[in-house]
């Protein structure tokens, strides 16, 4: 674990996401579904398809947060857009299920979704976690 913060503190999406499944899951460390939540957004924002999948089981499951299923399917489609194959699956499974109005709000936080751009020197930026 000591690693894995040591990466998250250097700013590494991927060490976020890994630092997100050990608190959702009581892994080596007491479950927390806010502290999982966290570093899954971090993570989430910085470009990590990965994370985008995780808030959205997050909110499709009410894990630690309010069930809500437009956030659920806005999150699998960003992360649907980052090629992860679980997120196009959620994306296929929740859609039927939802009214237009969600689908519509879900599809607009999606198309409003821009990573954050982290520096990687005086003259290089890159998206996190691409």
Do not use: C
């Not at 080596?28 to 999948?53: E, I, N, P």
């Not at 699998?76 to 997120?87: E, Q, S, T, V, W």
């Not at 296929?92 to 979704?113: E, H, K, N, V, Y």
């Amino acid at each position: 674990m000591k690693w894995l913060q040591k990466a998250a503190d250097a700013d590494d999406p991927e060490a976020w996401g890994e630092l997100g499944d050990l608190y959702r899951d009581g892994n080596g460390v007491s479950a927390d579904y806010v502290k999982a939540h966290g570093y899954y957004l971090k993570a989430a924002d910085r470009g990590d398809a990965y994370s985008q999948y995780r808030l959205g089981q997050m909110y499709e499951s009410a894990m630690g947060v309010a069930q809500d299923y437009a956030a659920a399917l806005g999150w699998y489609l960003i992360a649907a857009r980052n090629d992860n194959d679980d997120a196009r699956a959620a994306v296929t499974r929740l859609r039927p299920s939802m009214s237009g109005g969600d689908i519509g709000r879900a599809q607009a936080r999606a198309d409003a979704f821009k990573p954050q751009v982290v520096a990687d020197g005086p003259d290089e930026a890159k998206r996190g976690g691409q």
